[in-house]
């Protein structure tokens, strides 16, 4: 098995309008994998990973639903936690970071069907802030909002 440190990819060529993410895509699914098994429980599609920012979508699945039909609030806050977490480790390459605050804003009930997490940094730093729109796939407005911090061990 890897260790965290191996599994973060260190930045190559950059792009000097907009910096690389600091972990691939596949480099961020392995991490999960290895030292996140829990992130498999729900099932969750990591989509795209950027310097700051991180797309994923919670799959329709009626486990995931409550009565009335729609997505439970727990399957929406453990998708934006892990959203935000892919967003905080593209901007920083540092997988030991663990979530310091959650707040999540339920704006309307999540239609049963996938749910697209949109996250991004705010803040950089030891403690970084960021935010998460969550969104219906099939389209619409966003059924959650979700604003956290992280706290972002210092690389040694």
């Given amino acids: 098995m890897s260790k965290p440190s191996e599994i973060a990819a260190s930045p190559g060529a950059r792009d000097t309008t907009r910096p690389e993410a600091r972990i691939s895509l596949e480099a961020f699914r392995e991490l999960l994998d290895q030292l996140h098994p829990f992130a498999a429980v729900l099932g969750i599609e990591i989509l795209d990973i950027r ?25 929406l806050m453990g998708l934006a936690d892990l ?25 309307r009930g999540a239609p049963a069907g996938g749910i ?14 960021g935010e998460v729109l969550l969104l219906p796939e099939g389209g619409g407005e ?11 061990p210092r690389k040694n």
């Fill in 83 to 107: 959203a935000l977490y892919a967003a905080v480790v593209g901007a920083t390459g540092v997988v030991e970071s663990v979530t310091a605050s959650l707040t999540i804003n339920f704006l």
């Fill in 142 to 152: 966003p059924v959650a909002q979700v604003v956290s911090t992280w706290s972002v």
């Fill in 51 to 75: 310097h700051g920012q991180a797309t994923l979508r919670l799959p329709p699945n009626p486990a995931n639903q409550r009565l009335g039909g729609i997505v439970a609030g727990p399957m």
């Fill in 116 to 129: 697209v997490a949109q996250a991004r940094i705010l803040k950089t730093g030891r403690m970084t802030a």
